[in-house]
Nanobody, 115 residues
């Protein structure tokens, strides 16, 4: 599966942004989808994931209550709604897809949150 992410950008603290990740290929609904991020000098971390099918979700503690991951299997798309953004959310964000592991990755998209 190939992934194309859009969204992101620059926002002030407390603001909101929305990511969209469109997938091409077959059987999108059979893939788990995830959003990851990486800040300079830090390892890449999982932000939110959603399982295949009905879509159970997982969130990093740092984003719980502020970020929402969702998917539309009819549109082969996964979303990440980010609210109450903080400067520490500044990072390059990636969407990913996989079955046993996240093997397909989209291009990174920068999010900058200013205080």
């Amino acid at each position: 599966v190939q992934l194309q992410a859009s969204g992101g950008g620059s926002v002030q603290a407390g603001g909101s942004l929305r990511f969209t990740c469109a997938a091409s290929g077959r059987d999108f609904s059979s893939y788990a989808m995830g959003w990851f991020r990486q800040s300079p000098g830090k390892e890449r971390e999982s932000v939110a994931t959603i399982s295949w099918g009905p879509g159970s979700t997982y969130y990093a503690d740092s984003v719980k209550g502020r970020f929402t991951i969702s998917r539309d299997n009819a549109k082969n798309t996964v979303y990440l709604q980010m609210s109450s953004l903080k400067p520490e959310d500044t990072a390059v964000y990636y969407c990913a897809a996989g079955r046993q592991q996240f093997a397909s990755w989209g291009q990174g998209t920068q999010v900058t949150v200013s205080s």
